[in-house]
């Protein structure tokens, strides 16, 4: 198996498993992961989704290997339908689904892994984690969402300096920059990740869903189309079985407990 996926409550988890070539991604893997990404975004029952690695990589990004033949016929890759097929869905799915997105990035994280990564709503990391976008050094251009992706996170000067210069930045640098949003000791990340998506497993999910469509949309938004967008989520928002246990809850000085509802 080069992918495996597993229930943890209301959380999937999904993992990328070739250890051996540090979860670099092939045509196998590709279509496992959109498979499994797009069974969990058509799943009520699951509630959040983390996406890790086996072994000491998180990913190390596209198997250059797949395309060796073409490379030594001396012709390059028809990289424009790679992308749309494979790497195109695999960012929406990770980005666009209604329900949380975990990147649990336990190792190496390097060119197209780190666009996987970024594709996530959130990023939590092993103090041994290490990232390079890598595109570069073979002559290619950051792609699978992260120019999008990278300078919101960062801002425009670390997201050109990660791209030119290359360097690896370990998990201190990623989390002072804004790239990942914890931190924990190697030996206590999967501890804390499980009760970190288990937690967002159990929360209003519907509400979770129409604020990542909120904050992505309105990247792009002048204030008039934020405070519209923002009424007509609220008014939805409004109407969920979450929203009126929540302020039950609050009125009864209690935990809320959501049914993502």
């Known amino acids: 198996m080069s992918l495996s996926v597993r229930r943890d409550g209301a959380a999937t988890w999904i993992t990328l498993d070739r250890p051996d070539a540090l979860n670099a991604l092939d045509g196998p893997v590709k279509e496992a992961l959109a498979g499994a990404l797009g069974e969990a975004a058509g799943d009520p029952g699951v509630r959040a989704v983390a996406l890790t690695g086996a072994g000491r990589a998180f990913c190390v990004g596209q198997d250059l290997r797949e395309f ?20 195109e869905p695999i960012c929406r799915l990770l980005a666009e689904m209604p329900k949380p997105t975990v990147a649990v990035v336990n190792g190496v994280a390097a060119g197209a892994g780190v666009s996987l990564a970024l594709a996530c709503d959130l990023r939590v990391a092993s103090s041994t984690s290490r990232w390079r976008l890598a595109f570069s050094g ?66 209003p999910t519907l509400a979770f869903g129409r604020t990542k469509a909120l904050f992505r949309d309105h990247l792009g938004t002048g204030l008039a189309g934020a ?35």
């Open 68 to 87: 060796e033949e073409d490379y030594r016929e001396g012709r390059a890759p028809d990289f424009a339908a790679e992308l749309d097929r494979h790497y």
């Open 138 to 203: 073979i002559g290619l251009v950051p792609d699978a969402g992260s120019t999008w992706h990278l300078p919101r996170l960062v801002g425009l000067s670390r997201a050109m300096e990660m791209a030119l210069l290359g360097d690896w930045v370990d998990a201190d640098q990623a989390l002072a920059f804004g790239l990942v949003n914890r931190v924990w000791p190697a030996e206590d990340l999967q501890r804390e990740a499980e009760a970190a998506l288990a937690a967002l497993a159990a929360g």
């Open 227 to 261: 405070l519209a967008g923002e009424a007509e989520a609220q008014v939805a928002s409004g109407q969920t079985k979450d929203h009126l246990e929540g302020v039950t809850a609050f009125l009864e000085k209690r935990p809320p407990n959501f049914q993502g509802a």
